[in-house]
């Protein structure tokens, strides 16, 4: 009977995270966008990369399954969720999965240098950072 409740139970969350998901989906913002135009379909050196996808309790940004990679687009409002980003990120790697994070800014002003970061990793070539810092002067709006 308790296995029965809890596997109802867990039906229930799972299904309130899908629909958590899809919603996601059609209400992404301008960096997430700009991203996705660039992973969707193979079109990023042919890997398949899906956007919102639930994992664990979480709903992630976008997702290769092929590197067991996670790219999420931080806002203004990370900064004040440094704590349970921590966490998130913790639970994701011990799972067994990279995690790469970009601030929005810099996925607006520095696509190719987000996509270059994003490629050095899955290939082995730059070891994966909780978070990466854009060279000085790049990617910077000029005023």
Same mark, same amino acid.
């Given at each position: 009977? $308790?296995?029965?409740?809890?596997?109802?139970?867990?039906?229930?969350?799972?299904?309130?995270?899908?629909? $958590?998901?899809?919603?996601?989906?059609? #209400?992404? #913002?301008?960096?997430?966008?700009?991203?996705?135009? #660039?992973?969707?379909?193979?079109?990023?050196?042919?890997?398949?990369?899906?956007? +919102?996808?639930?994992?664990?309790?979480? =709903?992630?940004?976008?997702?290769?399954?092929?590197?067991?990679?996670? =790219?999420? =687009?931080?806002?203004?409002?990370?900064?004040?969720?440094?704590?349970?980003?921590?966490?998130?990120? @913790?639970?994701?790697?011990?799972?067994? $999965?990279?995690?790469?994070?970009?601030?929005?800014?810099?996925?607006?002003?520095?696509?190719?240098?987000?996509?270059?970061? =994003?490629?050095?990793?899955?290939?082995?070539? +730059?070891?994966?950072?909780?978070?990466?810092?854009?060279?000085?002067?790049?990617?910077?709006? @000029?005023?």
């Amino acid at each position: 009977m $308790y296995v029965v409740l809890v596997m109802l139970l867990a039906s229930k969350r799972f299904k309130k995270t899908i629909g $958590y998901a899809r919603r996601l989906r059609q #209400t992404m #913002t301008q960096p997430e966008l700009l991203l996705w135009k #660039t992973l969707r379909g193979r079109r990023f050196r042919g890997w398949k990369f899906r956007r +919102q996808v639930p994992i664990g309790p979480f =709903i992630v940004d976008f997702f290769c399954a092929e590197q067991k990679l996670i =790219i999420e =687009i931080d806002g203004s409002v990370h900064a004040f969720k440094l704590r349970s980003d921590m966490k998130r990120q @913790e639970f994701l790697e011990r799972a067994g $999965y990279r995690v790469l994070r970009f601030l929005n800014i810099e996925v607006l002003c520095s696509l190719e240098w987000v996509l270059s970061c =994003i490629e050095r990793v899955i290939r082995g070539e +730059q070891k994966q950072e909780h978070s990466f810092s854009r060279p000085a002067g790049e990617g910077e709006v @000029e005023g």
